[in-house]
């Protein structure tokens, strides 16, 4: 049987890291993006491959549309085709809206959003033209409900969903499905920058008692991927403990 292919953005760390080794262990080629965390992103790719895995680091910085043609020419080379876009890769931002300056706002746009953009853009032509192919956005339950002092992200978050499911209504006929992952809180870097009491204020506002894992959220992600997530498209899931509901 063919091995299954799949491109993942911010795979260094997090989110990204635990889908990469889903995957991986899945039987999946996997494309492992990176942008800054290179140190990181080998040393994964360097584990799954003694694993046995087929893996392919590449760094891109996905809000730029050069370097994400460049890093989809390269996977297309490597791996002949491409089943599977995880747009994972995002930035988080936290502080008053009154203190958000522009090129914050911007940059955050820049990655969260155009870089899903620049993603499906290039990775488009080819399922295109195979009539085939699945792309996973990740949004965040603060794109469904608003998270007070995340006036930028929560916005950029909401439009990934409106993304998703516009595309998804354009791509279906071309039996192409778009999704979104939405997690709660996991436990990841992007919450570094949250007190333990902070956390626990968020944990007890979870009807289950508990913030996520990475890997809830990569396997939701992988359901979404794979054969049993077929007649999903245009739909938002979101792996949240009962935070909202
Ligand atoms: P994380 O631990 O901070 O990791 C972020 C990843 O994104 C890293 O691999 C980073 O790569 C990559 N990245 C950032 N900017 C990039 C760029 N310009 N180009 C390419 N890659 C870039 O975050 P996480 O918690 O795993 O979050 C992953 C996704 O889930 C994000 O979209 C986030 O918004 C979403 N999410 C997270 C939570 C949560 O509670 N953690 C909740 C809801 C949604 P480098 O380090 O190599 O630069």
């Known amino acids: 049987m063919r091995q299954k292919s799949v ?16 995957f991986a262990r899945e039987g999946y080629a996997v494309a492992l993006n990176y942008h800054r965390s290179e140190e990181q992103a080998m040393a994964l790719a360097r584990a799954l491959r003694e694993e046995g895995c087929r893996i392919l680091p590449i760094r891109a910085d996905v809000s730029d549309p050069e370097q994400v043609g460049k890093m989809v020419d390269s996977v297309l080379e490597e791996f002949c085709q491409l089943d599977t876009l995880v747009c994972n890769a995002g930035i988080g931002s936290t502080g008053l809206f009154t203190d958000l300056d522009y090129t914050s706002w911007q940059r955050i746009f820049a990655v969260n959003l155009d870089g ?34 995340e006036v930028a992200y929560s916005a950029s978050k909401a439009a990934v969903i409106g993304l998703t499911k516009a595309l998804a209504k354009e791509l ?15 436990e990841t870097e992007m919450n570094g920058n949250l007190s333990h009491e902070e956390l626990e204020a968020l944990r007890e506002e979870c009807p289950l008692g508990t913030l996520g894992t990475t890997a809830d959220v990569a396997e939701t992600i992988l359901f979404l991927a794979s054969e049993k997530g077929r007649f999903f498209t245009g739909q938002v899931l979101s792996p949240n403990g009962g935070f909202v509901i």
């Open 7 to 22: 491109l993942i953005t911010g795979a260094s760390r997090g989110i990204g890291a635990e889908t990469a080794r889903r």
């Open 116 to 149: 899903i953009y620049h993603c499906c853009q290039a990775v488009l032509p080819h399922f295109l033209h195979q009539k085939d192919g699945r792309i996973i956005t990740l949004s965040s339950v603060w794109g469904m409900v608003g998270g007070s002092c």
């Open 172 to 186: 279906g006929p071309s039996h192409i499905t778009v999704n979104c992952v939405a997690p709660g809180v996991i």
